[in-house]
């Protein structure tokens, strides 16, 4: 199953991710379960709103107090951030059928059958996905100084599979974001995903994904090329060639100061030409 968390504003491209899940996920003969986590009040919905896909609101899983005390220390992103573990951990408490759970944030679309991606799951508890696979080598940036600061893999695209272990990790990041999940370089954090450079030397059964027809974004676009063939997208990269493109998150295209990389020198005209190709599938939100 697929769960997303967003702000109401977010929700018509958490709408659009769901869709593209429900299209391309497999290995199921009924239609896939979608979750959307809303960091929000319920109560500023437009009127008359209606999902197609179930809503978890924040105020079901924290208190009052907490609530108040967490979105005033917060702003919308941190406090999203915070609450991402618990959200994860609720929807395995929920779902006690589901052995495996896809986050995704609403930026990302999936292009293609996700078969590949369930079939990680098979010998691992959780999956990560590196901002990057190898150094710039060069004057680029952003480079290796400024992943040290916002972490090595994106809390973007997360998989993991019902464990013991699982849990142990969604409690132990709980406990670390719901009061460390500011945005703060002097002190060393950054949001909920910092943390997870942690995860494959604290958890077992971590397999981090290097795949470069995953997680297509404007990061890692200058050590990949992307190309349209008669089978689909693929993507080269250091990690490999001709890989078929699996999902592509579209942070920061539409608005530049949306994420960490708003200043950027490392992207050649060709691959940005080519994520702009890629953009009519979320045009329209």
């Known amino acids: 199953m697929l769960l997303t968390i967003c702000t109401i504003r977010q929700l018509p491209q958490a709408l659009a991710l769901g869709d593209s899940f429900c299209q391309y996920a ?21 009127a008359g709103f ?5 809503l978890l609101s924040i105020n079901e899983l924290l208190g009052p107090t907490q609530l108040e005390a967490l979105s005033a220390g917060y702003t919308p992103t941190e406090f999203a951030a915070a609450c991402k573990p618990l959200f994860i951990a609720e929807t395995f408490r929920r779902y006690p059928a589901e052995e495996k759970l896809l986050y995704a944030d609403p930026n990302i679309q999936f292009l293609r059958s996700l078969s590949p991606v369930w079939n990680q799951l098979a010998t691992a508890n959780i999956i990560l996905t590196p901002f990057i696979t190898r150094s710039p080598g060069d004057t680029s940036w952003p480079d290796e100084k ?5 972490g090595l893999y994106s809390s973007d695209f997360l998989m993991f599979r019902r464990s013991d272990e699982t849990k142990r990790l969604l409690a132990w990041w709980a406990d670390r ?30 397999i981090v994904v290097k795949n470069p027809g995953w997680h297509i974004a404007l ?3 200058p050590e990949r090329t992307i190309r349209q063939e008669n089978n689909g997208w693929l993507a ?11 999902f592509v998150n579209f942070k ?21 030409l080519m994520f702009y190709y890629c953009w009519p599938i979320t045009a329209s939100l």
């Open 26 to 46: 497999a290995n199921t003969s009924d239609k896939p379960l979608v979750l959307i986590g809303l960091v929000d009040d319920p109560a500023r919905l437009p």
């Open 146 to 150: 400024f992943f040290q600061n916002i």
């Open 50 to 54: 209606v999902s197609p896909y179930p």
């Open 177 to 206: 974001v719901q009061e460390r999940a500011y945005v703060d370089f002097c002190a060393g954090l950054c949001l909920d995903q910092l943390w997870l450079m942690h995860v494959p030397v604290f958890f077992r059964d971590v």
């Open 219 to 221: 990061w890692n676009l």
């Open 236 to 246: 080269n990269g250091p990690e490999g060639q001709n890989q078929l493109v699996q």
């Open 252 to 272: 920061g295209l539409a608005n530049p100061d949306e994420g960490f990389f708003r200043t950027r020198n490392a992207y050649s005209f060709q691959n940005v």
